[in-house]
């Protein structure tokens, strides 16, 4: 089964940047949208970015102006440059595809933690 693998996680001081990729273990075809959540302990998983494949994007307002989600339909692969980060920005972040035909993708989760 295709699975999304991400990768970049890690530790920042707050102000600091991190990027974070994402890209399927195999070949999913016609993703609509390709997007981050991310989720704390406790709380429900949120959504911080989206991306369609002609390039439509949207963030949650906690993070715009600060991080920017891009996309290669070539690779099918999505990415979240994160900027001036925030102790609050701390989170296993998840990065989501939705396919046609009600199909979705979660990857395996990544951790981000920035330190004050």
């Known amino acids: 089964q295709v699975q999304l693998v991400e990768s970049g996680g890690g530790l920042v001081q707050a102000g600091g940047s991190l990027r974070l990729s994402c890209a399927p273990s195999?070949?999913?075809?016609?993703?609509?949208?390709k997007g981050w959540y991310r989720q704390v302990p406790g709380k429900q998983r949120e959504l911080v970015a989206t991306i369609t494949t002609v390039g439509n994007t949207m963030y949650a307002d906690s993070v715009k102006g600060r991080f920017i989600v891009s996309g290669d339909n070539v690779k099918n692969a999505v990415y979240l440059q994160m900027s001036s980060l925030k102790p609050e920005d701390t989170a296993v972040y998840y990065c989501?595809?939705?396919?046609?035909?009600?199909?979705?993708?979660w990857g395996q989760g990544t951790q981000v933690t920035v330190s004050s």
């Open positions: 195999g070949t999913i075809e016609r993703v609509n949208i």
């Open positions: 989501h595809f939705r396919a046609s035909m009600l199909r979705a993708y």
